[in-house]
């Protein structure tokens, strides 16, 4: 601290000149202290204004990739869902595939059957073309039978199409 008083009291020149030497001095301190408190604010400032610009920058990013993680997961959400179709779908065509085979057995057993009873097939093809003698109802005829028992329909066998097309063949060469 200054003494005033001692520096009042001064009768030499030397002690005033080495007052204001101290006192130069000290303006000097002092005023550098205050540029490099200046630059220390102005530093602050340009720091804490390239912190805010990066904190920006960075929460840009982050609704970005949240943007981005919210579209991968509608997208994925989408995908899961279309598997999950496909695996019903392939699961309701197993389901069809093992109904069919059961019918495809059934229908192997039945034509097993009807193997022993061909003779009886045999007439019952002949009393359905019974009747018949001009070559436009026999076409007719057969092609009536062929539609309602083709193996196609609920009710069809494929035997008894055979059995109706060799019959039909016969008369026509009987014609």
């Given amino acids: 601290m200054i003494d005033w008083e001692e520096i009042a009291g001064a009768v030499g020149t030397d002690e005033l000149k080495e007052a204001k030497l101290w006192l130069f001095q000290e303006n000097i301190r002092l005023e550098n202290a205050r540029k490099e408190l200046a630059e220390s604010q102005e530093r602050f400032t340009k720091e804490r204004v390239q912190f805010r610009r990066e904190l920006e920058e960075l929460n840009r990013r982050t609704l970005q990739e949240r943007k981005r993680l919210k ?17 019903r779908q392939l699961d309701e065509d197993r389901k069809t595939l093992e109904r069919q085979r059961q019918v495809l057995a059934e229908q192997r057993k039945r034509s097993v059957q009807y193997a022993d009873e061909e003779p009886i097939l045999e007439e019952t093809v002949k009393r359905l073309f019974a009747g018949i003698n001009n070559p436009l109802a026999l076409r007719k005829r057969h092609r009536d039978l062929v539609k309602i028992f083709h193996p196609d329909n609920l009710f069809g066998d494929a035997a008894l199409v055979q059995m109706i097309n060799k019959e039909y063949v016969r008369r026509k060469e009987e014609n």
């Fill in 71 to 87: 579209e991968e997961n509608l997208f994925f959400e989408k995908k899961l869902a279309i598997l999950q179709d496909g695996f």
